[in-house]
Every structure is written in structure tokens, then in C-alpha cells.
């Protein structure tokens, strides 16, 4: 354990540092993403695709998302590709068609942001910057984020352990920005069946560890369509404040991660089936009426 830590300990032993801590806050922070309130008793969904494309695809992405009960809109425009060569994203055009599409759905934005120096530029868009899990440990990234007014969605690194993802969050909230959510992404293990190992005793122990909202990313946990739904169910089960999905209009054309998105209609099937299990966990999710026959 690093020297400049407090000593405070989660039953598990794992030591966390100060602001992050619940021992610092003992009630939940509640993450305003311009107007939607993420870590209250509101279990919130964000649905979008893993990159923005085209005016089409995400126009067709996003009010099928929403009509299905999402309530944040996610699409990366800067995306972190393993491949040099794979589709790296529209970049600023991208954002430009974030923006033109917040505008037509209302729908809050959260999209990638990879360098210190695309920070200004991409908070000028969005409502709220993800840090990916290739760039959890970037630290002028985290101090950067932590210097910008806009909330944070940090994800877990593939290779990190708890107190490592906590230590990141709190390089961010160090700088005043107290507006962090935590996403349980999956990490690597010896398993190749799936693309990561969804880690889902993350869930409650960061909620005993910390105040932050914790929400799941069930796409790149598991990199496999068909076992999202059954994943989200058990994040929501497990205790967390949302989800976030990946969902292209037509998943089998997506030039990034098409094999782990749901379509439009797995995905608003799946909305149903999640309004129950939060009900059944004291939560709730709000369906537009549509939806509810
Ligand atoms: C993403 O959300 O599209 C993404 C790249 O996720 P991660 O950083 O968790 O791999
Ligand atoms: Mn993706």
C-alpha cells in the first residue's frame, strides 16, 4: 500500500483513499448528466453505438434507443482501436453529428475522450466525457478530466484491480470534479470464451467501498450479443446503477463491435425485461408509455 494513502478499509481489507471513500461521504452521489441523475433509485440505461458512423446510422441508433427507455446516448468519435488500420472514428465530425443529434432526441451524451488535449474539444459537445479502459491509468488524462466541469464516466481497466480503479477516480475527483461514474467493464483472465470476464462482484464492492455510482457495461464484457441481456439482468441484480449497451441500427454492418451489439428490438425487449428485475430490487426504470402494453 502506497504511504500518501489513508488507512481506511472496506471489510474486504482493500484500502481506498480518502475523497472516493464512503467513510469521507457516507450518502450516494447522484451524477447530473444534464438532467439525468445517475446513482439514485432510478436504474439508468445508456444505449448507443460503439462508434458514430453516419448521420443515418445514428439517427436510426438513437431514436430507436430511445423509444426502447434509454436515457443517455453513448457513440464514440475518438475511438481506441487495438489495430491501427480499423476504423478509427469521425473525429470532430463526429461530434458534430453528437450534437445535431442531442438536438433532434434531447438525449444526454456521453463519448470518448482519448488525449489531454481533445478534453476542451470534446466537453464543447458532450454532457459527459467517458475515459476508456485503455486510458484508466493515463494520469494527466484523469487530472485533465478532473479540471473539466463536465461529469466523468470512467471505466475499469482491463488489467486493474478495485483499489487501482478507485485511485484513478480519485485522481479526478482531486481536482474538484466531483462527478464520476464508474463502469464495471470486464477484465482479463485466462477465459477466451468471452472477450473479458465481467466482473460482477465489482458491483457491490465498490457500492461498500465507495459513493460513486457504479453502472455495467455488459457489451464489452462479454463481446457476445447474445449473453447481454442475461449479464445486465445480473448487473442490476447485483446491485448497480445502470448499464450502458452498445446498439446499432443494423448491427451486422457496424464497423466497430457489431458482433456485441444488440439490434433496436433486442434492445427494447430487453428494457422490459429490466424494468423488472430493478423493480425487484427496489429500483425503477421508466419506459415511455409505449412501451408498457
Ligand atoms: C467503448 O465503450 O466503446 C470502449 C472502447 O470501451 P472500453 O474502454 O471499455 O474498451
Ligand atoms: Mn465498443
Known amino acids: 500500500m502506497e504511504t500518501n ?49 453516419s ?25 481506441p ?21 442531442h438536438l433532434e432526441t434531447g438525449l444526454p451524451l456521453v463519448t470518448e475522450v482519448m488525449d489531454t488535449r481533445q478534453v476542451e474539444l470534446v466537453a464543447s459537445y458532450a454532457d459527459m466525457l467517458q475515459i476508456g479502459s485503455r486510458n484508466m491509468q493515463n494520469y494527466p488524462l484523469l487530472k485533465e478530466a ?22 484513478a477516480a480519485e485522481y479526478i475527483l482531486n481536482q474538484g470534479n466531483e462527478q464520476v461514474i464508474l463502469c464495471e467493464r470486464g477484465i482479463r483472465t485466462f477465459e ?27 457489451s464489452h464484457g462479454t463481446g457476445l450479443r447474445w449473453m447481454v441481456p442475461a449479464m445486465a439482468k445480473a448487473a442490476l441484480a447485483a446491485g448497480a446503477d445502470g448499464l450502458i449497451m452498445e446498439v446499432h441500427y443494423k448491427p451486422e454492418e457496424a464497423l466497430c463491435d457489431g458482433h456485441q451489439s444488440l439490434s433496436p428490438d433486442e434492445f427494447a425487449r430487453l428494457m422490459i425485461d429490466l424494468q423488472k428485475i430493478a423493480r425487484a430490487v427496489g429500483r425503477e426504470i421508466y419506459l415511455p408509455a409505449h412501451c408498457c402494453i
Request: positive net charge; glycine residues 10%.
Open 55 to 79: 448521420w443515418e446510422q445514428l439517427f436510426e441508433t438513437a431514436t430507436n434507443v430511445k423509444s426502447g427507455g434509454a436515457k443517455i446516448l453513448r457513440g464514440g468519435a475518438f475511438k
Open 192 to 218: 477466451t470464451s468471452t472477450r473479458n470476464t465481467l466482473d460482477l462482484s465489482a458491483i457491490p464492492m465498490l457500492k461498500s467501498l465507495t459513493h460513486l455510482p457504479v453502472i455495467v457495461d455488459p
Open 5 to 53: 494513502l489513508c488507512d481506511i478499509q472496506a471489510d474486504s481489507g482493500v484500502s481506498v483513499s480518502s475523497r472516493v471513500s464512503r467513510k469521507e461521504r457516507s450518502d450516494d452521489t447522484i451524477v447530473n448528466v444534464n438532467g439525468v441523475h445517475v446513482g439514485g433509485s432510478e436504474i439508468i440505461v445508456i444505449a448507443g453505438p460503439c462508434a458514430v458512423e
Open 81 to 101: 482501436r487495438s489495430s491501427p488500420y480499423s476504423f478509427q472514428g469521425l473525429g470532430e465530425e463526429g461530434l458534430k453529428l453528437l450534437a445535431k443529434i
Open 146 to 167: 478532473g479540471m473539466c466541469r463536465k461529469p466523468i464516466l470512467l471505466k475499469r481497466g482491463m488489467m486493474s484491480t478495485i483499489e487501482e480503479f478507485l485511485l
